[in-house]
């Protein structure tokens, strides 16, 4: 079993920055994957970033390429992502997911089996 817990959502104004991290715990990370997801109100969650623990491989929502970063610190077992130029369409709760590396660029929220309580970002316009 993987526990996840996220920290660093918050409000934040249009073009501002913000970081969020996930801490993992119960598992050696080395063969799963952690990445972010977000969910507005009334609708589907919506994959943001995944990054593969072992290779480092990065992957990226169209949405979101260019602007946010995910990177991890092994020794912490945390996951981070920079959140650069933010929008209000960012605006969502952020979760922190993970699965088991089988594949890469995994964008179902379904296929992943672990979740973190969730993160309220929001960006002012």
């Known amino acids: 079993q993987v526990q996840l817990v996220e920290s660093g959502g918050g409000l934040v104004q249009t073009g501002g920055s913000l970081r969020l991290s996930c801490t993992a715990s119960?598992?050696?990370?080395?063969?799963?994957?952690l990445g972010w997801f977000r969910q507005d109100p009334g609708k589907e969650r919506e994959f943001v970033a995944e990054l593969d623990w072992n290779g480092g491989y990065t992957y990226y929502s169209d949405s979101v390429k260019g602007r946010f970063i995910i990177s991890r610190d092994s020794a912490k077992n945390t996951v981070y992502l920079q959140m650069n130029s933010l929008k209000p369409e960012d605006t969502a709760v952020y979760y922190c997911s993970g699965r088991l590396s089988y594949g890469l660029y995994v964008t179902n929220p379904d296929e992943w089996s672990y979740w973190g309580q969730g993160t309220q970002v929001t960006v002012s316009s």
């Open positions: 119960g598992r050696t990370m080395d063969s799963y994957v």
